[in-house]
């Protein structure tokens, strides 16, 4: 009975320090397991103390915009009187012309700036704004305040100068960068919209500086959330030249706009390479100077991830290159590729080919991308577990045709396969129901001698063949897999905007009626009276508290992860009540034998 209170005291501080902490960054407060929002502060500092920069890429931010301060409303790419188009529909400019041309398919449209390239907004067209569901996702975007950028240029110098500086005799301007105007190649004729019945479309860009010409073309395919990009580089000067390509995601520190409140889930860099697998590299890592991750390889992405969504920049395979991660400015940070190239002769040209991914975390999409990609959908060190689980979600979501009832399904399957181990727990539990009189008695004889109540206990337990464990052992085992479902149902992209029935129009969203907590709440009550009433009074009314408590947590929970709770309650009671019922019927018959 020790082992009891324990095990409920904990499950109920938990639930106590989870609320507090939820109320706690409701608040604006840092939370208790860290986290936080990167907040101003002086530039990171390196292992030596000194500030932690990359001299030879330009600051990232735009290039009209003061250096070292976020962009402003008069340098900032912004939708047509700050609002969004309707879902659906690809929006017009949102800059002045000459700033931006837009760049589109049927999936995705990106404004790309004249200045450098930049892709400084990123429309998905397939995805709505949870926060106004008339207008589409934008996830890439250059605003007050909201600063997501995808860059990439040239740094570098003459053949035995240094990289990133002047190199001698090249230009005082440097290579071309993302701050580097740019040109139209077309001059403007060529529309950059796919048009119906088309099957791609091209921009091309081209800038030249510091003796070097820069041609880039972006290519978006129908349906693709992948850019295709083709730099062509020539030296347009008289002495051989050194270029770099780099290729970085710069991003501010928030969190995304609307993101619960109640749980968390990682927002920030990410690299990957063949040996060092996947590596997350928190925003507050680098604010520190302490980020750690793969620092060259021939292969590898990096990318910035987020509930739901995904950017990378995907070199080609088989190069060599550099990854680095860099603070920027206060609460604004980079992650990025550097590429080295080939020495450039006087007119001579390289071409260099990448892609950019700008889009959902759709792992059959990710899979077919690079390798590693699918791993941006954050299952944590339950990875292992949670994939098996989420290909089965989408088998059976193609049988029913509904993201709700395959949850449904889904409950159902893993219950029944844990259905043994879950038949122990209730027969160590039937039996601690049925000496529970006993144990009542027992307590009420020795009072507030507990060492002379547990001696006996324990020896009631051995009488009756009990184990008090009994009943947690089996639960035990169950965690990981439950805990993985969790997570595969918070982290799938599928769920966003996916009806289930009647009110619930989409699973990712809490219930707008909180039926779906409130009917879980109830299960739970039933659940509490279906087991063995612990003979302290304190811990039978913390047993009734803890429905509430839990209730009041699914109130803002999404509507995919309360159904799951829900239908795995409900089949935990119907499998209880058998398995009870079948046990009574045993004892009833055995003691009419006897």
């Known amino acids: 009975m020790q082992t009891q209170r324990m095990i409920l005291w904990i499950v109920f501080s938990m639930s106590l320090l989870f609320l507090w902490d939820a109320w706690q960054k409701h608040q604006g407060h840092p939370s208790l397991f860290g986290g936080a929002a990167p907040q101003a502060s002086a530039p990171a500092a390196s292992d030596d103390g000194k500030p932690r920069t990359d001299a030879s890429i330009p600051p990232s931010i735009v290039a009209t915009s003061p250096a070292g301060r976020a962009p402003t409303a008069t340098t900032a790419t912004t939708a047509t009187n700050g609002e969004q188009a309707p879902s659906g529909a690809v929006e017009p400019g949102t800059s002045a012309p000459g700033q931006s041309i837009r760049l589109a398919n049927d999936v995705l449209a990106l404004d790309v700036s004249l200045t450098g390239g930049q892709i400084q907004r990123a429309e998905l067209l397939a995805y709505r704004d949870l926060n106004d ?25 003459l053949v035995g100068g240094p990289v990133g500086g002047p190199g001698g005799a ?13 040109t139209r190649v077309d001059g403007g004729a060529t529309p950059h919209v796919l048009a119906d019945g088309g099957e791609a479309v091209k921009l091309s860009l081209v800038a030249e500086s510091g003796g070097v010409r820069l041609v880039r073309t972006y290519t978006l395919a129908r349906g693709a959330y992948v850019v295709q990009v083709k730099d062509e580089i020539t030296n347009v000067g008289a002495t051989p030249a050194r270029p770099v390509l780099y290729m970085q995601l710069t991003r501010d520190g928030h969190a995304p706009p609307g993101e619960s409140k109640f749980y968390s889930t990682y927002t920030g860099p990410v690299v990957y390479t063949d040996a060092d697998k996947f590596q997350k590299v928190a925003f507050g890592d680098i604010d520190k100077g302490k980020a750690t991750h793969a620092a060259s390889a021939d292969n590898g992405w990096v990318g910035i991830i987020q509930h739901y969504f995904v950017s990378a920049w995907i070199p080609q395979a088989k190069v060599q290159r550099e990854f680095y991660t860099r603070k920027v400015d206060a609460n ?9 190239l080939a020495d450039l002769a006087p007119q001579a040209s390289v071409t260099v080919e990448s892609r950019l991914l700008v889009g959902p975390q759709d792992q059959r999409m990710l899979e077919g991308i690079a390798p590693g990609l699918d791993l941006t959908v954050d299952y944590g060190w339950l990875t292992a577990i949670a994939q098996p689980i989420h290909w089965l979600m989408q088998k059976l979501h193609a049988l029913v045709g509904n993201w709700g009832w395959a949850i449904v399904l889904l409950t159902i399957v893993v219950k029944t396969v844990f259905f043994p181990l879950q038949a122990a727990s209730y027969r160590s539990m039937a039996r601690m129901k049925a000496v529970t009189p006993r144990l009542t008695a027992l307590r009420e004889r020795y009072g507030n001698d507990r060492v002379k109540m547990n001696q006996a206990m324990m020896e009631l337990y051995k009488t009756e063949k009990i184990n008090p464990l009994g009943g947690c052992l089996p639960i035990v085992v169950q965690i990981p897999v439950f805990i993985a479902l969790y997570w595969v149902l918070l982290a799938s992209v599928e769920m966003r905007d996916a009806p289930w029935i009647g009110w619930i129009t989409d699973l990712a969203a809490p219930d707008p009626y909180f039926i779906l907590p409130l009917v879980m ?19 039978a009314k913390m047993m009734m508290i803890m429905p509430l408590v839990f209730s009041v947590m699914f109130f803002f929970f999404p509507s995919g992860l309360v159904l799951y709770w829900l239908v795995n309650n409900v089949y ?13 019927q045993e004892a009833a018959a055995a003691k009419a034998r006897g």
């Not at 709440?521 to 811990?539: E, K, Y």
């Open 133 to 157: 569901r008339a207008h589409n996702l934008v996830l890439l975007k250059n605003q007050p305040g909201a600063l997501y950028l995808a860059q990439s240029g040239l740094v570098g110098g």
């Open 170 to 182: 090249a230009d005082s301007a440097g290579f071309p960068n993302h701050r580097t105007p740019m």
């Open 332 to 340: 604004v940070y980079s992650v990025g590729i550097k590429e080295p």
């Open 521 to 539: 709440a109830g299960t739970m009550f039933i659940q509490v009276r279906l087991n063995p009433t612990p003979p302290d009074p304190l811990q």
């Open 572 to 584: 935990s009671i119907a499998q209880q009540w058998v398995i009870t019922r079948r046990i009574t």
